[in-house]
């Protein structure tokens, strides 16, 4: 597989392993409260297939964050669009991809970053000013994996109704999944070996659990993550809805390694 970094001045470099340049050094402000330790570095990884339309505004979010001590990382693989384009300025680190492929995109990134935590983001999903700053305080070395509350983007009933079961499902630890957006710990995802690339679906739950080896699951409440419903608009919410209970429950019973679903933009 070839892996491509496009620097801030357009320089392309291509080898048989994806070799990334020094990435950019954001400008860190001051904290506004005096810290006894200097805060971690967070790196946000956010694969990328054809979301020129989308990812501009996860970006954006991103530069509103009040904690500052970041690094972004966009993983674009298999496009065909604007999207690397759209995100050469919002990122710090910009790798690509030829192909298409979510987990090894996220492996890509979560190798490549320099972060003690790692915020593994969906492109079209936006997170609160103060989210990361939510994430640095609430998720403790006591927890190893994680999630924040969703909302969906339509505030139509049904998917209000179907975000309060989910959220209410990785509250109470019925399933412990993710709402566009994992957390942990870099040390535990490089342990873990990371994604398991051959899962197209359920990939989420699967690190989650064996990243739970580590320490426990976290459920934070005191931010959100907003999340775009176009899946749910295009293909139908009771088609989706029915699609997801049925993976999640074929996923305790066989190998869904050879399941896949339609890319949606």
């Known amino acids: 597989m070839v892996g491509i970094m496009e620097n801030n001045q357009g320089v392309l470099a291509s080898q048989s392993a994806p070799v990334l340049d020094e990435p950019r050094r954001r400008v ?27 990812i501009r ?21 298999g ?31 979560g190798h490549a970053a320099r972060g003690k935590i790692l915020v593994f983001l969906d492109a079209d999903t936006l997170l609160e000013p103060h989210a990361l700053e939510t994430i640095v305080e609430r998720f403790t070395p006591e927890y190893a994996a994680g999630t924040l509350k969703g909302s969906p983007d339509i505030q139509r009933p049904w998917y209000r109704l ?23 710990w870099r040390e535990h995802f490089i342990a873990t070996g990371g994604f ?23 459920f934070i409440a005191d931010t959100k993550v907003t999340t775009s419903m176009r ?10 809805v029915y699609l997801w209970v049925k993976l999640w429950f074929r996923s305790f019973i066989t190998d869904l390694r050879h399941e896949k679903y339609a890319a949606i933009r």
């Open 162 to 184: 179907m975000y309060l079961i989910k959220n209410s499902q990785h509250r109470l630890r019925l399933h412990e999944g993710s709402s566009g957006v994992i957390l942990c």
């Open 79 to 109: 496009c065909d669009d604007g999207t690397a384009q759209v995100t050469r300025e919002l990122s710090d680190q910009l790798i690509v991809m030829p192909e298409r492929g979510l987990s090894r995109a996220r492996n890509l990134g």
């Open 231 to 240: 899946r749910y608009e295009n293909a139908g919410a009771a088609k989706m």
């Open 57 to 77: 505004r996860t970006l954006e979010a991103l530069r509103r964050q009040t904690f500052r001590s970041l690094e972004v990382i966009v993983v674009c693989n």
């Open 28 to 54: 860190v402000s001051p904290p506004s409260r005096r810290r006894a330790t200097a805060p971690p570095l967070v790196s946000v990884i956010i694969p990328a297939h054809n979301e020129q339309d989308y």
């Open 196 to 218: 398991d690339e051959a899962l197209h679906v359920t990939e989420n739950s699967d690190l989650i659990k064996r990243l739970r080896f580590f320490g426990k699951y976290a």
